[in-house]
């Protein structure tokens, strides 16, 4: 009796143990709406709060493994996207009904390391860009700034925000890489 106690401790101590054998990636976004008002001043006007995302199985494969060993074809962060669309799933390669009504729609993002497990980009799609008024839901980063084209890497939906071309979007977008 006393052998199956201690094997039995040893079994919960065992499962409870944390290794370092994995590691995981989520996102998470932010987007401000920003009114530009005709005598230079700004406000914020739509927050959606930080959201958590999906990274896809080929944005996985083409922007985290394929760099790490200089694959050929392996792609880098370059680029949002927002949408008027719905949520991708894992398989998804576009952002479902991606912006893409004028030149810049798709917009440049800066990434930093912000820790040792984060990469945070950061990128403003320019007021007056879009030529109508717009509902916006989605979001997707992208390694290539033409629109409809390339894989995206990460993308979700949020609370539908009313964009109107005399407003500004900006993005924050984190991705946290953590021992699983």
């Known amino acids: 009796m006393g052998s199956f106690c201690i094997l039995k401790g040893v079994r919960k101590i065992m499962s409870n143990k944390q290794t370092n054998d994995g590691a995981g990636v989520k996102g998470f976004f932010r987007l401000n709406v920003v009114d530009h008002a005709e005598d230079g001043s700004t406000k914020v006007v739509g927050d959606s709060g930080w959201k958590e995302n999906l990274v896809t199985n080929l944005g996985f494969q083409h922007f985290v493994i394929e760099p790490m060993g200089a694959i050929a074809g392996s792609s880098t962060v370059g680029s ?60 997707g980063i992208f390694g290539v700034s033409t629109t409809a084209v390339g894989s995206m890497l990460a993308g979700n939906t949020f609370a539908t925000s009313q964009l109107q071309t005399n407003q500004s979007v900006n993005v924050t977008y984190q991705l946290r890489f953590a021992t699983v």
């Open 80 to 139: 949002f996207a927002l949408g008027t669309g719905t949520e991708p799933g894992a398989t998804a390669t576009s952002l479902d009904a991606e912006l893409s009504d004028a030149a810049g729609c798709r917009f440049a993002l800066t990434p930093s390391v912000v820790s040792s497990k984060t990469l945070q980009m950061v990128g403003t799609l320019a007021s007056n860009i879009v030529t109508a008024n717009r509902t916006i839901k989605n979001v």
